[in-house]
């Protein structure tokens, strides 16, 4: 019942900027480690940027500078302002997060579907 859904993907020429949204919603007792990832066609998934419960970030070395995960808690949403885009940016990006649902005693991985990026002119 847990759902995360991706929102703010879509067409940007290069040097400019997006931000994505992901909101967790369902009945969710905490939220730990989130993250984005991107796959392009014919490539692997890859970790883009991660965040903590704690706050801490790390970034993938192909967007250091240029984009900033971050979260908001009392919106159970996690952002990705994504500045300075390069066509090699476009992919699906994916949500990400460690969520434990109200009622268990675990914690779980859950993915959101996806929303396109493209960089072009």
């Known amino acids: 019942q847990v759902q995360l859904v991706e929102s703010g993907g879509g067409l940007v020429q290069p040097g400019g900027s997006l931000r994505l949204s992901c909101v967790a919603s369902?009945?969710?007792?905490?939220?730990?480690?989130m993250g984005w990832y991107r796959q392009a066609p014919g490539k692997q998934r890859e970790l883009v940027a991660h965040?903590?419960?704690?706050?801490?970030?790390t970034y993938a070395d192909s967007v250091k500078g240029r984009f900033t995960i971050s979260r908001d808690n009392a919106k159970s949403t996690v952002y990705l302002q994504m500045n300075s885009l390069k066509p090699e940016d476009t992919a699906v990006y994916y949500c990400?997060?460690?969520?434990?649902?109200?009622?268990?005693?675990?914690?779980?991985?859950?993915w959101g579907q996806g929303t396109q990026v493209t960089v072009s002119s």
């Open positions: 990400n997060a460690v969520i434990q649902p109200a009622l268990t005693s675990a914690a779980y991985d859950y």
């Open positions: 369902g009945s969710i007792f905490s939220i730990g480690a």
């Open positions: 965040i903590t419960s704690g706050g801490s970030t």
